[in-house]
């Protein structure tokens, strides 16, 4: 049971570390940015915006041990609002969830790492959901901000921890439907450098 406690807390550290880094980004964005070009293919920032959205929206689900999966929203043309606000909360709340759901766990003496999450028709524990949910909070975070025009490198450490999780997560099978081909890059890169480019960013 410290195993998978242990995994649990581990997971959603590493979740808060990547909310803490993305809404570093987030709090780039204008309404005059929305529809600039992001590292996603064919995607501008309000639709990579929508996309977190529904990411966080999973997340938030998780944490109730269920999830259903539905296709991302149509981007709604000639919005005004400032969806990154709205973000900002939602991230905020999806933290503040799975903090709860693992605290609950410790005085309910749940073996937490051993809970099982239902993904359509895969079943995974929490900790594999909340590192998964890492990766693209913290690569979407890059996307927003390299949008915005700016760099906000990732924590080496993070970066490290990241990758080793995505090449775990991210197969062959990915691509190019969920990811982008991987890009080459030195073998001796920074750790963000090989993240990104695992992931099918160009990080230069």
């Known amino acids: 049971m410290c195993e998978q406690t242990s995994a649990s807390v581990a997971g959603v550290a590493l979740l808060e570390r990547a909310i803490d880094y993305a809404l570093g980004s987030l709090r780039l964005v204008t309404t005059a940015t ?4 992001t590292p996603c293919a064919d995607w501008n920032l309000q639709r990579l915006l929508d996309h977190m959205a529904d990411s966080l ?6 944490a109730t041990g269920h999830i259903a999966l539905s296709p991302v929203d149509e981007v709604s043309e000639g919005s005004c609002h400032n969806p990154a606000l709205r973000l900002r909360d939602g991230a905020t709340e999806v933290l503040a969830l799975w903090t709860g759901t693992l605290a609950s766990n410790r005085i309910a003496g749940t073996p937490s790492g051993n809970q099982l999450i239902a993904i359509a028709d895969h079943h995974l524990t929490s900790p594999v959901v909340a590192a998964a949910g890492a990766i693209e909070i913290t690569v979407h975070g890059w996307d927003v901000a390299r949008s915005c025009g700016e760099h906000r490198p990732i924590p080496s450490l993070m970066a490290d921890e990241l990758l080793d999780l995505a090449q775990l997560f991210v197969t062959g099978r990915d691509r190019p439907h969920r990811f982008a ?5 030195p073998p001796h890169a920074p750790a963000e450098d090989r993240l990104l480019a695992y992931l099918g960013r160009d990080p230069n």
């Open 181 to 185: 081909p991987r890009v080459p890059v």
């Open 34 to 37: 929305l529809c600039r070009a």
């Open 57 to 62: 929206q999973t997340l938030n689900d998780a």
